[in-house]
């Protein structure tokens, strides 16, 4: 049971024959209920004060908490976004390669087609060169053939005239 400043300050005393001074016990009992009201006003307020620490505390931890529970989302986040982002850098890179390896495969039948163009055409060369050879050769024959053939004739026209 707790005692009051005012169970100190009612408390009465047995009386006997050479007692203590009945003032000074008073005074004294007076003296202790102001310091015992004192000191409950004081666990009072400290008490108080420690609700309010408390709560405060609470909420101060509740904030850390919430705080380390962003920090790791956040983390997550980063970590989700760098994954994303390299996957995508790895598809260009990878689309990059693909469309090179088209381009250097289109590039190479272009120069295998050009090749054999080539070749066609200096086939073609050739042959026109050779039938045309012939056909000078022949020409020359022939025109060889003519001459020697052909009847004289007189270079002089007068010779002609006089005929």
Do not use: C, W
């Not at 598809?91 to 087609?113: F, G």
């Amino acid at each position: 049971m707790s005692l009051t400043p005012l169970d100190v300050s009612k408390h009465d005393f047995d009386r006997s024959f050479r007692g203590y001074d009945p003032n000074e016990v008073q005074a004294f009992l007076e003296r202790v209920a102001d310091e015992v009201a004192a000191l409950q006003a004081q666990a009072t307020s400290l008490a108080e004060q420690n609700r309010i620490l408390a709560a405060k505390l609470s909420a101060y931890q509740e904030m850390e908490q919430s705080l380390r529970d962003s920090i790791v989302a956040t983390e997550k986040s980063l970590a989700a976004s760098r994954d994303h982002v390299e996957m995508e850098r790895q598809n260009i890179l990878k689309e990059a390669r693909l469309d090179a390896d088209q381009m250097k495969l289109s590039t190479q039948n272009e120069i295998t087609h050009m090749q054999e163009e080539l070749r066609a055409l200096r086939i073609h060369h050739d042959a026109y060169v050779k039938r045309l050879r012939f056909l000078l050769k022949a020409q020359t024959e022939l025109l060889d053939l003519l001459e020697e053939q052909a009847p004289h004739m007189p270079n002089d026209q007068s010779e002609t005239t006089t005929r």
